[in-house]
């Protein structure tokens, strides 16, 4: 089933289910991913702005979208005179003012934290199919992983990114004791065109 809106495409991946916290129905609505029916959205494909291809080695290791994991192996990317790398720092489930969101609720932070990053990319006209790597932090890993990663494959497959970046998970104590995930992010955009006076 495929959606219009006015703006573009967006596809119906799902249905919203009691899993779901009402801080993740929040961040998920602010970025157009949810609507009032409680259908989970996808946006088209972008073309990412930086050429790129999945790097794989089929012969040893299987793609970790096989076994349902949100990260490729690897991505080698094409660079270009001019192209420049963004890198994002680790950011997370803050609000405008730096006061922490949704303690507690890791699922929550999680789509916080996209929402943020995606905040971050659009102030320099990129997007999630820019991004080549992420390096993702968790408090508990052993405790949150596996939702962790239900979310960041949800969020991928809403935002139409294919190929998925490169990601490592890492446990780390992070810089407030309520915050539970913070993502770092790099991207490879074009240089920007030139402002006229």
């Known amino acids: 089933m495929t959606t219009t809106t ?12 009691g899993s779901f916290s009402k801080g993740e129905l929040v961040e998920m609505a602010a970025m157009g991913l949810v ?4 259908n989970i959205l996808g ?3 972008a073309k990412p702005q930086v050429a790129r291809k999945r790097i794989t080695s089929l012969d040893v290791l299987n793609e970790a979208p096989d076994y349902a994991s949100g990260f490729t192996r690897g991505l080698a990317v094409t660079v270009a005179a001019g192209d420049r790398v963004l890198w994002l720092s680790g950011t997370a489930s803050i609000d405008h003012a ?16 996209y929402r943020n990053l995606t ?4 102030s320099e006209g990129a997007t999630w199919t820019d991004i080549v790597r992420t390096s993702c932090y968790l408090r508990d890993i052993e405790r949150d992983y596996d939702e962790f990663n239900k979310v960041r494959t949800l969020f991928f497959k809403c935002m139409a990114v294919e190929p998925v970046p490169a990601s490592t998970g890492i ?5 407030r004791s309520d915050l539970l995930i913070e993502i ?11 402002k006229r006076p």
Do not use: H, I, N, S
């Not at 609507?35 to 409680?38: E, L, N, P, V």
């Not at 730096?98 to 999680?110: H, I, K, S």
């Open 6 to 17: 006015t703006e573009k495409k967006t596809r119906v991946l799902g249905k919203v289910d």
């Open 119 to 122: 905040a971050l990319l659009a």
């Open 184 to 194: 770092e992010a790099f991207a490879m955009v074009t240089r920007p065109a030139e």
């Open 43 to 45: 946006r088209a494909p």
């Open 98 to 113: 730096g006061v922490t969101l949704y303690p507690g609720d890791f699922r929550a932070q999680q789509w916080r934290t």
């Open 171 to 175: 446990q780390a104590r992070l810089c």
């Open 35 to 38: 609507d009032a029916a409680g």
